[in-house]
């Protein structure tokens, strides 16, 4: 894999597995219950895809009203973390650069929670070609963030061709460099709509935003093993 911000914010998250639900999301029964009920708003159904899974937060919840989850993520150590959360045989775990990955099938939801920020904005419209890739013709994309109501907790001072970066530091007091934008939802929605997705981005509780999209046009759909 290359030496880029893609590559060295994966290592970041590779090095931070075993400290993520103690300085993130957490395990707290407020939590659990919160992330449920942004769930339940959703209406998520049917087959999903879930990307950068991380620590299996969502999955859990998303398992309960999916018929199925596909989770995936770059970082082994995460998926060994959310595997031991999730006691059901409807979820499978695959480990997988997102960028790159190419789904065997296709979903009804692809979902993602705490991506949209720290994808580059030179690698935004090849993320989103994969989640063209991996939705059916009628699927629906949801993702939560954060929104710059929360920018102030964590100043991306350094502006570059992949957006703003942070600095991280671990427990250990090794430093890592992330990207991390806080998406305007207009200017989320805007951006979208210029690659051919029609999304609703708006806010939700945390001011976190939760975004909704589709295809803004039908387009015609190769589905894996037809000719
Ligand atoms: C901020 S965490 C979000 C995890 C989870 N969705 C949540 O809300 O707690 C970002 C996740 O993206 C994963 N990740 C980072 N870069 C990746 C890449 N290039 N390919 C696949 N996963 C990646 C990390 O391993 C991490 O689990």
């Known amino acids: 894999m290359p030496d880029d ?51 299996g937060a969502w999955t859990v919840e998303i398992a309960r009203v999916a018929r199925s989850v596909t989770y995936v993520d770059g970082a082994p150590e ?59 013709p009628d699927g629906r994309v949801l993702f939560l963030d954060e929104s710059p109501a929360r920018a102030h907790f964590e100043p991306a001072p350094f502006d570059t061709d992949d957006g703003p970066l942070a600095t991280r530091t671990l427990s250990d007091g090794s430093q890592h460099v992330i990207v991390k934008r806080f998406w305007e939802p207009r200017a989320l929605e805007a951006r979208l709509a210029a690659i051919g997705w029609s999304a609703t981005v708006t806010p939700t509780v945390h001011d976190w935003y939760v975004g909704e999209a589709r295809r803004a046009s039908a387009r015609r759909i190769d589905q894996p093993g037809q000719g």
Not at 14 to 33: H, I, L
Not at 36 to 54: K, N, P, R, S, T
């Open 78 to 136: 995460m998926a060994a973390i959310a595997r031991a959360k999730v006691d059901d045989p409807a979820v499978t775990f695959e480990i997988a650069d997102l960028f790159s990955y190419r789904p065997s099938r296709r979903f009804d939801v692809v979902f993602f929670a705490a991506w949209m920020s720290h994808v580059p904005d030179s690698r935004f419209d090849d993320f989103w070609a994969v989640v063209d890739d991996c939705l059916a």
């Open 5 to 55: 911000v893609v590559a060295r914010q994966l290592a970041y998250y590779r090095a931070r597995a075993g400290e993520y639900d103690a300085t993130s999301y957490g395990e707290t029964p407020r939590m659990r219950d919160t992330i449920a009920g942004v769930v339940a708003e959703m209406h998520i159904d049917g087959d999903v895809l879930e990307l950068a899974g991380g620590t």
